[in-house]
């Protein structure tokens, strides 16, 4: 759906700055931004992809997110449209991610060479028709996620406003390339969540791989949402040979205890070859392993494991005597053994500033498209 566009300034002959993300792209008149998605008009910018989703959502479990520490055990209504401010190589969800809405935001298509006869239908919703089936679903909360939802602005600030009258969470699964302005924004409307995935500390990787110009915007917007109370999960997805090193590992793990705390639950995730690099191969599970190990050393004190089966690396521990506390397998908990006001049995550790929200005792664990 077209709508006129925030955040941007007008410039001599018809071209416009947009201010939603870090690459703050200079957009000629009827030309789009990196993002696909944000298209100047006569001197104008609009967003074509207000309301415009790839179906009209999907019940999650919320670690599907990854959030582990964030109401464990919800559901969360998970909705997404097309388009990214990145273009990685090595993109999970491509199909996506790369995808290009027509002007009126009602069909995706592709550049891509081998897919240039694809095409996508795209549903469109109101902000009070997608308000109305969540709450028709029972989810407590609604992630924003598998494209970059940055990139939606209008709509995330619109839905927000009203989910939270309805007391209903609301999460960004987001690579954090945002800006002062659009961080505000969100912050100001009230997002409650955030898993932000910090891909390197390398400003060479961002380049190369994400093609965007440094990581530092990413480390911007994770501390401002955390100073801000929005609950912060970070993700890392572990490459072969690009991302993987110890030293890249103790970097980032340093610095998520330096600037948001040792409290922050902090992914890792196997990777798997797909989009640009077919022929790159899967993370191997020792380098995950290890990496769970670092980031422990270096002071986390939660550190998951995602997409491969990691005897700890699903489970939650205290962190004051190492007591399990919700025991994990793939997305469904196999222990519950944290008291009702959220301490540790065995040493009586108060988890209520570290995990949010209530635990769900009794989760269906469906997935399924709504």
């Given at each position: 759906m077209k709508v006129k566009a925030r955040l941007f300034d007008k410039l001599d002959k018809n071209k416009v700055k947009c201010h939603v993300c870090a690459n703050e792209c200079t957009?000629?008149?009827?030309?789009?931004?990196?993002?696909r998605t944000r298209k100047n008009f006569e001197g104008v910018l609009y967003s074509l992809i207000y309301g415009s989703m790839i179906s009209s959502g999907s019940l999650d479990p919320i670690e599907k997110?990854?959030?582990?520490?964030?109401?464990?055990?919800?559901?969360?209504?998970?909705?997404?449209?097309i388009g990214c401010s990145f273009k990685c190589q090595n993109c999970?969800?491509?199909?996506?991610?790369?995808?290009?809405?027509?002007?009126?935001?009602?069909?995706?298509?592709?550049?891509?060479?081998?897919?240039?006869?694809?095409?996508?239908?795209?549903?469109?919703?109101?902000?009070?028709?997608?308000?109305?089936?969540?709450i028709k679903s029972g989810a407590k909360t609604l992630a924003y996620t598998y494209n970059e939802p940055l990139i939606w602005h209008e709509w995330i600030l619109d839905t927000t406003r009203l989910?939270?009258?309805?007391?209903?969470?609301?999460?960004?699964?987001?690579?954090?390339?945002?800006?002062?302005?659009?961080t505000k924004e969100l912050i100001e409307v009230g997002i409650d969540a955030a898993n932000i995935d910090i891909k390197?500390?390398?400003?060479?990787?961002?380049?190369?791989?994400?093609?965007?110009?440094?990581?530092?915007?990413?480390?911007?917007?994770?501390?401002?949402?955390k100073s801000s109370g929005i609950?912060?999960?970070?993700?890392?997805?572990?490459?072969?040979?690009?991302n993987d090193s110890d030293a890249e590992i103790e970097s980032l793990s340093n610095w998520i205890v330096d600037n948001l705390g040792d409290d922050t639950p902090t992914h890792f995730s196997?990777?798997?070859?797909?989009?640009?690099?077919?022929?790159?191969t899967r993370t191997p599970f020792e380098t995950l392993d290890r990496a769970y190990n670092i980031a422990k050393k270096e002071g986390i004190n939660y550190v998951y494991v995602g997409n491969v089966s990691h005897e700890k690396?699903?489970?939650?521990?205290?962190?004051?005597?190492?007591?399990?506390?919700?025991?994990?397998?793939?997305?469904?908990?196999?222990?519950?053994?944290?008291?009702d006001s959220k301490k540790c049995p065995k040493c009586q550790y108060d988890f209520s500033n570290d995990i949010k929200g209530e635990v769900n005792r009794k989760p269906s664990q469906r997935l399924s498209f709504y």
């Open positions: 957009i000629l008149p009827d030309k789009v931004g990196i993002c997110k990854p959030l582990y520490n964030y109401w464990p055990g919800a559901t969360a209504y998970s909705i997404a449209s999970q969800n491509w199909s996506i991610s790369q995808a290009n809405p027509t002007d009126n935001g009602k069909d995706g298509f592709y550049d891509l060479k081998e897919y240039k006869d694809r095409r996508m239908s795209l549903v469109e919703m109101t902000p009070e028709q997608l308000v109305r089936r969540v989910l939270k009258k309805e007391d209903i969470k609301t999460i960004l699964v987001t690579n954090g390339y945002s800006t002062p302005e659009a390197s500390m390398s400003d060479e990787f961002y380049k190369t791989i994400c093609g965007v110009k440094s990581v530092q915007p990413v480390l911007d917007t994770a501390k401002r949402f609950h912060i999960e970070i993700t890392n997805l572990i490459i072969p040979d690009l196997a990777y798997h070859p797909d989009f640009k690099q077919p022929s790159m690396g699903g489970n939650t521990y205290c962190p004051n005597c190492n007591h399990l506390i919700l025991g994990r397998s793939g997305y469904r908990f196999t222990k519950i053994n944290i008291t």
